[in-house]
C-alpha cells in the first residue's frame, strides 16, 4: 500500500525567504511522487515530478525537490517565496491498480507568504 | 493554458434537476478521472476510465452517473443530488499505466452548488 504525509498543513513566510513544504512518502515500491500547486478556485497545476531518474528535480516557478529514499521523503523548496505563490500545495504519490494509475493526495500544505 | 477543458465553470442546480458535466482532452491521455474537492480538502477520486471502459468506481452514490463516450471526452450526469454535494468536480487525463510517468493533468473545474 502506498501513503503520503504532508507534515504542515499551514506555513508562512516572509516575501524573499526560502520556503520548505515537507512530504514523506510510504512505498511497497520505487514510487512515481509529484507536487502540485491550486489557487483559489482553480484546478491543479503540476510542479515537478519524480520518476526514478535525478533525485534532484528542478519544476516550474523556481521550485525543486529532492527525493531521498533513506528518509522516504520528497520535499519542495524555493529559494526566494513571492507573493504569487501564496496557494495550497499537495504532495502525490502514483501507483497502479488493476492496470490503471492511482493517485494518492496528501491532505495539502496552505503557504502564506508575508509582504 | 489547461489542456484539459471543463464546462461549465458554474453551476447551480436544485434537488431534483438533471444537469451534466463535461470534460474534454486532446492530448491523446487514455486515461480519465473524476475527482470531487471539498474546501480545504484534497480531491477525492471518484470515477476512472481506462481505455474508455470504466476501471474504478470509489463507491460513489449512483445520483452520479459517469460516461465516456470517446477518448476525448468525459461526462458526469447528475441526478437528485443533495446539498451536500456542492464542491469543485475536477476532471483530469493521463496516460495509461505502463506508458509512462502518468502525471495527471487537470481541468480548472466546475464548481457545483446544489439548493
Known amino acids: 500500500a502506498q501513503s503520503v504525509t504532508q507534515l504542515d498543513s499551514h506555513v508562512s513566510v516572509s516575501e524573499g525567504t526560502p520556503v520548505l513544504l515537507r512530504c514523506n512518502y510510504s512505498?511497497?515500491?520505487?514510487?512515481?511522487l509529484f507536487w502540485y500547486v491550486q489557487h483559489p478556485n482553480k484546478g491543479l497545476q503540476l510542479l515537478l515530478k519524480y520518476t526514478s531518474a535525478a533525485t534532484l528535480v528542478k519544476g516550474i516557478n523556481g521550485f525543486e525537490a529532492e527525493f531521498k529514499k533513506s528518509e522516504t521523503s520528497f520535499h519542495l523548496t524555493k529559494p526566494s517565496a513571492h507573493m504569487s505563490d501564496a496557494a495550497e500545495y499537495f504532495c502525490v504519490v502514483s501507483g497502479t491498480t488493476s492496470g490503471t494509475y492511482k493517485y494518492i493526495f496528501g491532505t495539502g500544505t496552505r503557504l502564506k507568504v508575508l509582504a | 493554458d489547461t489542456e484539459v477543458t471543463q464546462t461549465p465553470k458554474h453551476l447551480v442546480m436544485g434537488m431534483t434537476n438533471k444537469k451534466s458535466l463535461k470534460c474534454e482532452q486532446h492530448m491523446g491521455h487514455r486515461a480519465m478521472y473524476w475527482y470531487k474537492q471539498k474546501a480545504k480538502k484534497p480531491p477525492e477520486l471518484m470515477f476512472v476510465?481506462?481505455?474508455?471502459?470504466?476501471?474504478i468506481n470509489e463507491s460513489v452514490p449512483s445520483r452520479f452517473s459517469p460516461e465516456c463516450p470517446n477518448s476525448s471526452l468525459l461526462n458526469l450526469h447528475l441526478h437528485a443530488l443533495q446539498p451536500e454535494d456542492s464542491a469543485l468536480y475536477l476532471c483530469?487525463?493521463?496516460?495509461?499505466?505502463?506508458?509512462?510517468?502518468?502525471?495527471?493533468?487537470f481541468g480548472e473545474g466546475s464548481r457545483l452548488t446544489v439548493l
Open positions: 476510465y481506462s481505455y474508455e471502459k470504466l476501471s
Open positions: 483530469a487525463s493521463s496516460r495509461p499505466s505502463g506508458a509512462g510517468s502518468g502525471e495527471l493533468f
Open positions: 512505498s511497497s515500491y520505487s514510487p512515481s
